[in-house]
């Protein structure tokens, strides 16, 4: 897939585990799990900005391209 998340890089640089990362977005471990080992299909834009909000960063900083 040629979206890449790079949730995990993002919170290990803010020193935060994934509980208090989901805790803090509002979504279950479960589904952040699945964002950070990149099987999600789709993302909100909702949720994309509340981890935005929670990592101090841009989405650019948590979604990544590389081509096939």
Not at 56 to 61: E, L, S, V, Y
């Amino acid at each position: 897939m040629p979206i890449v998340v790079n949730i995990d890089v993002m919170m290990a640089r803010r020193k935060m585990s994934a509980g208090e990362l989901a805790e803090r977005v509002g979504i279950t471990p479960a589904n952040l799990s699945i964002l950070k080992n990149n099987k999600a299909k789709a993302i909100r834009f909702s949720t994309l900005e509340a981890l935005c909000k929670a990592l101090d960063c841009k989405p650019a900083d948590i979604l990544d391209y590389t081509e096939d």
